[in-house]
């Protein structure tokens, strides 16, 4: 795989080549990064944008590099910042599929497994991989911070947890998933007086009864886990600092980003992943038609099914209207895909939103069934209850904000044939090109360049 990765690496830097000849001015939110990144290099400390609202740490990596390798903080050369961590990706994501698979990494570092390069394909990180936005380098240190706790090396993991948030600062969320997930996968196999520590049943085979014994269990299982937490809790105090003595968890610009209550932020991402990830979910055992299968019986295969299905997807409808939020951004900025999406789609008609409630639900069970295949109870549901914060409270309907969790769900799923791998490969590939074609060589008279 080593020819792979040097083509993967070789393509992307003579995209961001053309990229750079094009786009010769910042673009989006460029206009702010780049500035302070100069700021910066110039020595200049004290000075910071306040309409910035994410920590420095994007602009330290890159001064970082420039001293290094004697580069100037001009727009082309910050734009590598991003794109370094995008050609690491493939490197960081087969040392997670390995873990997850419980196998050994290939021995040549340079050597990425099939799968690791089409993640990194993945369209949302690909496409920022080449802008100077902070988006790539925050995904790559969370998933070294995962792959360091799975490893056991949780000073490590939370060291990286901690640059992973000076990236972006919701990263500790990411954090404590690492430390949690990390620790589940370990009592599985830890034994007390020849039972696990820890009750925890496969995902597809639990039962309602189950989560009673899991909560027994939980006394059993608390010591094992406390002598490794302590990293992740200096991590966490270092947080609750930070937001004392800022006065919240956003810099800046405070404003347009006041943490507001978005439950159908998760019922997008849900759809999100759906959309962009159908290959992951169709090479299930049984092929899509065993999965609707299996959603279908999960949803309606019995009385006591179906009227769970019937409130649960009431309870949807009602959040949505309750909790739906038209952000001033995704209103009128129309170089954004999901201003369409929006305007077309879900202000279609008032009734639209409604209408989803019930491809919601069948979806989040097509991915319970996908990723639960390989996965006790806990350890699937432990995604979706650390995403849940970190989309709740986001009231900007935006596909970056998915871009961590959905790399993590689909880390999870490990046993997709090679054909199905290289068929999620060309998806995300044909996704890539149109977007940058779009983006490079259509622009639009008084509109601008669209983008994710």
């Known amino acids: 795989m080593q020819s792979t990765i040097s083509r993967f690496c070789a393509a992307n830097v003579v995209i961001l080549r053309e990229i750079n000849q094009i786009v010769t001015e910042p673009y989006m939110d460029e206009p702010f990064h780049v500035p302070q990144a100069q700021a910066y290099c110039q020595g200049e400390w004290s ?68 799968d690791a390069i089409a993640l990194s394909l993945f369209p949302i990180a690909w496409f920022f ?18 792959v360091a706790a799975l490893r056991g090396r949780h000073g490590l ?117 759906t959309v962009f990830g159908w290959p992951v979910l169709a090479s299930v055992p049984g092929g899509p038609l065993g999965l609707l299968g299996d959603v279908k019986n999960r949803m309606f295969g019995s009385k006591s099914r179906t009227a769970i299905s019937v409130a649960v997807t009431v309870v949807i409808g009602v959040t949505i ?15 954004h895909y999901t201003f369409y999406i929006w305007r077309r789609v879900f202000r279609f008609h008032e009734v639209v939103p409604y209408l989803f409630s019930p491809g919601y639900l069948a979806c989040a069970w097509a991915w319970y069934l996908r990723v639960g295949a390989n996965q006790t109870l806990l350890q699937t549901l432990a995604l979706p209850l650390f995403a849940a914060p970190t989309l709740f409270l986001t009231p900007l ?19 997709m044939p090679e054909w199905m791998v290289w068929l999620e490969a060309g998806w995300y590939t044909l996704l890539n090109w149109g977007a940058m074609y779009v983006f490079l060589y259509m622009e639009r008279e008084g509109v601008g360049r669209f983008m994710w």
């Not at 007086?193 to 009750?199: A, D, E, G, Q, T």
């Not at 937490?229 to 610009?253: E, H, I, K, S, T």
């Not at 970056?400 to 490990?414: D, E, G, K, N």
């Open 47 to 114: 000075t910071w944008d306040p309409k910035i609202t994410t920590p420095p740490g994007l602009y330290i990596m890159s001064i970082l590099l420039s001293k290094l390798f004697l580069f100037k903080c001009n727009l082309s050369i910050l734009r590598l910042t991003p794109l370094v961590t995008l050609l690491s990706l493939p490197l960081i994501l087969t040392r997670l599929l390995s873990l997850q698979r419980r196998v050994r990494p290939p021995r040549e570092l340079f050597s990425p497994t099939v």
């Open 129 to 146: 991989g080449f802008l100077y936005y902070t988006d790539v380098p925050s995904l790559a240190f969370v998933v070294a911070t995962v």
């Open 157 to 273: 993991a939370a060291l990286l947890g901690l640059v992973s948030c000076t990236f972006r600062q919701t990263n500790i969320i990411w954090v404590l998933y690492a430390f949690a997930y990390s620790q589940l996968k370990d009592l599985q196999f830890r034994l007390s007086s020849k039972s696990p520590v820890l009750y925890d049943p496969s995902a597809l085979t639990a039962l309602p009864s189950d989560w009673m014994k899991i909560v027994a269990s939980l006394p059993r299982a608390i010591p094992e886990v406390l002598p490794h937490a302590a990293p992740y809790a200096l991590d966490a105090l270092v947080f609750a600092v930070f937001v004392y003595y800022n006065g919240g968890v956003v810099l800046g610009d405070k404003s347009n980003h006041v943490p507001s209550l978005h439950v159908p932020q998760l019922y997008y991402f849900i759809g999100f992943a």
């Open 321 to 335: 209207h309750l909790f739906t939020i038209h952000h001033p951004f995704l209103l009128s900025d129309n170089r």
């Open 397 to 415: 309907l935006e596909p970056r904000y998915f871009l961590i969790p959905y790399v993590l769900l689909r880390a999870q799923v490990v046993d």
